[in-house]
Nanobody, 131 residues
Framework: EVQLVESGGGLVQAGGSLRLSCAASGFTFDDYAIGWFRQAPGKEREGVACISSSDGSTYYADSVKGRFTISSDNAKNTLYLQMNSLKPEDTAVYYC????????????????????????WGKGTLVTVSS
């Protein structure tokens, strides 16, 4: 059984930091991408960052480049998202997800495929950034 369990969300002031974790287990793809989506109230879900299992390359949405860092600890089967310089517009539910390729994490608004092209999802963790 595939499990993706997120933790680390919470309330933080603008300019602050949080680190999200995703404990992953049960999927057996040889080649995959794992990363984070977020969904703010009333908005479309969007890809934030991901890592390719094939070479460890990382990919980021333009809105978080330079502020967020994605990393993984393969020994612990855990994915992290270090979020610095948080802004109120970062407020969202953050979801851990597994897909087949990094490109599946990012799409133009309104063009997301079914299930956003992901094979597995966590249940999400809420991040609230106050101004």
């Amino acid at each position: 059984e595939v499990q993706l369990v997120e933790s680390g969300g919470g309330l933080v002031q603008a300019g602050g930091s949080l680190r999200l974790s995703c404990a992953a287990s049960g999927f057996t793809f040889d080649d995959y991408a794992i990363g984070w989506f977020r969904q703010a109230p009333g908005k479309e879900r969007e890809g934030v960052a991901c890592i390719s299992s094939s070479d460890g390359s990382t990919y980021y949405a333009d809105s978080v480049k330079g502020r967020f860092t994605i990393s993984s600890d393969n020994a612990k089967n855990t994915l992290y998202l270090q979020m610095n310089s948080l802004k109120p517009e970062d407020t969202a539910v953050y979801y851990c997800a597994v897909g087949r390729a990094p490109g599946n994490f990012f799409f133009e608004p309104g063009t997301a495929p079914d299930n956003y092209g992901m094979d597995y999802w966590g249940k999400g963790t809420l991040v609230t950034v106050s101004s």
